[in-house]
């Protein structure tokens, strides 16, 4: 798996895409509640000191296949916010998610120095299960904030420590609940 930077018209074009789909969109907010990014916006936006937004691709082959990403990233206070869509939802993408946020958090802690990241996540988005997996905890809700279809929804908010990271690394499965219990490999 990679993660590339969005320096050619193509990656921009097919990060726009995604983050244009209502899938993704709906559990987004890059500010004053904009959700739409246009391909231009989003150039702007990965050419600002204050976003790291990478294309991760399959660890198979170089196809891109989803988007993960910094805002807000402040070196003064040593933090930033995580965010990631999947563009691609094939059954072998599956997982990918995890792996390329673990790969920026590496790079978020070890390459820029921070010491905290935070994250948030609307309730019912399966994001959430990728965040309990790169081990951030739970510090918080802002109750009905996030407006899906009118409808308003909780923000469940996390933040993790640079000597919490440990990176997952591609392919690494994942324990049920009695591996974990019992301590199996």
């Known amino acids: 798996m990679k993660l590339l930077p969005l320096d050619t018209p193509e990656l921009l074009e097919q990060a726009a895409q995604w983050l244009a789909q209502k899938e993704n969109y709906q559990w987004l907010d890059f500010g004053n509640g904009r959700q739409l990014l246009s391909p231009a916006l989003l150039k702007i936006m990965t050419q600002a000191e204050t976003r790291l937004i990478r294309i991760y691709t399959s660890g198979k082959d170089e196809n891109p296949i989803g988007i993960v990403g910094l805002n807000d990233v402040a070196r003064s206070f040593k933090t930033a916010t995580l965010w990631a869509i999947a563009g691609e939802?094939?059954?072998?993408?599956?997982?990918?998610?995890?792996?390329?946020?673990?790969?920026?958090?590496?790079?978020?802690?070890?390459?820029?120095?921070?010491?905290?990241?935070?994250?948030?996540?609307?309730?019912?988005?399966?994001?959430?299960?990728?965040?309990?997996?790169?081990?951030?905890?739970?510090?918080?809700?802002?109750?009905?904030?996030?407006?899906?279809?009118?409808?308003?929804?909780d923000r469940l908010l996390f933040d993790l420590l640079a000597e919490e990271h440990k990176e997952i690394e591609n392919g690494e499965r994942e324990k049920t609940p009695r591996e974990a219990v019992r301590g199996a490999p």
């Open 89 to 153: 939802r094939s059954f072998p993408t599956r997982g990918s998610a995890s792996f390329a946020a673990s790969k920026l958090l590496t790079l978020a802690f070890s390459d820029l120095g921070l010491h905290t990241v935070s994250t948030w996540v609307v309730e019912h988005n399966p994001w959430l299960r990728t965040v309990e997996r790169l081990n951030f905890r739970f510090i918080g809700r802002q109750r009905q904030c996030h407006f899906i279809d009118g409808r308003p929804y």
